[in-house]
C-alpha cells in the first residue's frame, strides 16, 4: 500500500526525532540507504528484516551523515518518488 506510513528513529546530538516514509518501496530504499549510510551489516543468510523493524529501524547519525539523509530524502521528494 502506498499509504502505509513507516518510520525511523534517528538520533543526532543528544536528539530523537521521527523520521516519517510514506509506502513500503520508500520505506525499504530509505533502510538501504541508511544501512549503507552507517556501514551496518546484515548476513544475507538470515531471514529477511520485518517491515518495520522494532529493533533495527533506528540509527545514531552525525552530522555528516545527518545532512546526507536529509538530503538523500529532499532529493526523493523532489523526483516525487
Not at 518510520?7 to 533502510?31: C, D, Q, S, T, W
Not at 517491515?51 to 523526483?79: C, N
Amino acid at each position: 500500500m502506498q499509504n502505509e506510513e513507516f518510520e525511523f528513529e534517528i538520533y543526532h546530538n543528544g536528539v530523537r526525532f521521527k523520521a516519517p516514509v510514506k509506502g513500503k518501496e520508500r520505506f525499504l530504499r530509505e533502510r538501504a540507504f541508511l544501512d549503507n549510510l552507517v556501514g551496518a551489516y546484515f548476513a544475507p543468510h538470515l531471514l529477511p528484516r520485518p517491515v518495520p523493524d522494532p529493533s533495527g529501524d533506528f540509527y545514531m547519525l552525525d552530522d555528516q551523515q545527518l545532512e546526507t539523509y536529509s538530503a538523500f530524502r529532499k532529493k526523493q521528494e523532489q523526483q516525487g518518488i
